[in-house]
């Protein structure tokens, strides 16, 4: 989930340095406003489900702060239930409107009579990702610098992803358990999609907009905001040039012009935004999209993909030969140390250890290969 700031570009145009107008001030309050629009709008939102065995599904973890780019804000929301997205989205549009009330008290006052030509508002776009099969999780380099420059950049990262996801993220959602990052094709694609965003257009991703239209069939109360239809866009790098389908929700002030052009169009149906999609991750965009899935999902969208099962049982095999690695490095290095204290050296120090008897040890359960068997790749 993006909120950016419209109209802070030209507020800090030097034109307007001798307008004595603390730019940064503003966007720092903006920042905070977020933060705090996010967790008031969501506490007052799970308020609303007091009784978690009644629906223990439809809110999970509160959405967590992610990072900002310039005058942008980001966030994101786990989803362990594809109705959870509908909520997300109710809470992200009313902490907005929390949002647009301060900076249209910026636009009022201090901003007035100095600057009338600038009008602070906001834009947002919204998108989801499947994790972690086609997209990733990273964890930043900024705390890893002086393990980076040791060279085994595999190891670091691989060590430092583990630690992250050993230790939880705080339950209020305001803030990251490590510093980490997102990337993959979907992460792309909306990064992409903040582009076409407006002051009017809250853009969704082609598997958001499915989503939202899928799980209001059985749950009308779920944000009953009309989803309108652009068209399809060419987005740079993505799909192979193809062009993607661009779908949004209002996101104006009600009382404003574009709420009212809103009103004057025909959104589209949720039947039609199924249809649509469903042609499109069957019959054009097979080879590089899925319907969204979410394993174990109360709301419906359970269609697992053959390739994630077959991904998954990879994945899974990768992860035990890494485990019982780990366990023979461990044996053979206590092994060793042990060695080392019994000739009356004590324990000797890593550089100390004889490389070719640990080699031997680590490699010990390994059976070797035939001459005309080709070199198993190796794992970084």
Request: glycine letters at 8%; one cysteine or more.
């Amino acid at each position: 989930m993006s909120v950016d700031v419209v109209g802070s570009t030209k507020l800090k145009q030097p034109e307007f340095l001798s307008k004595q107008i603390d730019w940064l001030d503003i966007l720092q309050r903006f920042y905070g406003e977020t933060v705090e629009a996010v967790q008031t709008e969501w506490l007052a939102l799970r308020a609303l489900f007091p009784d978690p065995a009644t629906h223990p599904d439809f809110l999970g973890d509160p959405p967590q702060f992610w990072k900002t780019v310039g005058d942008e804000v980001l966030y994101y929301k786990d989803l362990t239930d594809s109705r959870q997205l509908a909520l997300a989205l109710e809470c992200w549009k009313k902490a907005l409107t929390r949002v647009r009330t301060f900076l249209y008290k910026q636009n009022e006052g201090a901003l007035k009579d100095a600057v009338p030509e600038v009008k602070l508002d906001v834009k947002s776009a919204v998108w989801t990702a499947g994790f972690p099969w086609r997209n990733k999780t990273i964890v930043s380099p900024s705390g890893l610098l002086n393990e980076l420059c040791k060279g085994d950049y595999a190891e670091v990262f691989q060590n430092a992803h583990e630690k992250a996801h050993r230790e939880p993220a705080p339950g209020d959602g305001t803030g990251a358990r490590v510093e980490f990052d997102f990337i993959g094709p979907g992460i792309d694609i909306g990064f992409r999609l903040c582009g076409f965003a407006t002051v009017q257009k809250m853009v969704l991703s082609m598997d958001a907009a499915y989503i939202l239209a899928a799980v209001r069939g059985a749950n009308a109360f779920l944000l009953p905001e009309p989803l309108y239809y652009d068209g399809r866009i060419p987005l740079k790098g993505v799909f192979a040039g193809r062009e993607y389908p661009l779908f949004w929700i209002d996101n104006s002030h009600p009382d404003s012009f574009e709420a009212k052009e809103s009103r004057a169009r025909h959104p589209i149906s949720d039947t039609d935004v199924l249809r649509f999609c469903e042609t499109f991750y069957k019959e054009f965009y097979n080879l590089f999209t899925h319907r969204p899935f979410i394993v174990g999902d109360h709301g419906g969208l359970t269609a697992i993909p053959d390739d994630f099962d077959r991904w998954m049982g990879v994945q899974v095999a990768q992860y035990e030969e890494r485990r019982k690695e780990g366990e023979r490095r461990q044996q053979a290095e206590q092994e060793l140390t042990r060695a080392g204290a019994s000739r009356g050296g004590g324990a000797r120090q890593p550089a100390a250890i004889d490389v070719n008897e640990l080699k031997q040890r680590l490699t010990r359960d390994i059976a070797p290969q035939a001459e005309d068997e080709p070199e198993a790749p190796k794992k970084t």
